[in-house]
């Protein structure tokens, strides 16, 4: 699944992006890697941002890179 279809408050671990160059460079920078156990904390309404947990750290992104970003659910996060 994707990061925007998760439900807030579940564990996820980030499996891959798709995208272009532009995507996995604004990822790498936001530390954002694959492997990494990520939460959502909270969506904002009307098509708004998603603030997302990982590592210790809440990080928004914006719902089309969100929609780039493929995740699977964990069962807690290492």
Do not use: F, N
Not at 25 to 35: A, E, I, N, T, V
Not at 36 to 64: F, M, T
């Amino acid at each position: 699944m994707v990061l925007t279809d998760a439900q807030c408050g579940q564990d996820l671990r980030i499996i891959s992006y798709q995208g272009g160059q532009g995507v996995v460079s604004k990822l790498r920078q936001l530390s954002l890697m694959p492997g990494d156990c990520v939460q959502v904390i909270k969506k904002a309404p009307l098509h708004g941002p998603l603030l997302i947990e990982s590592q210790g750290r809440s990080v928004a992104l914006g719902r089309g890179i969100a929609a780039k970003v493929q995740v699977e659910e964990v069962l807690g996060c290492d």
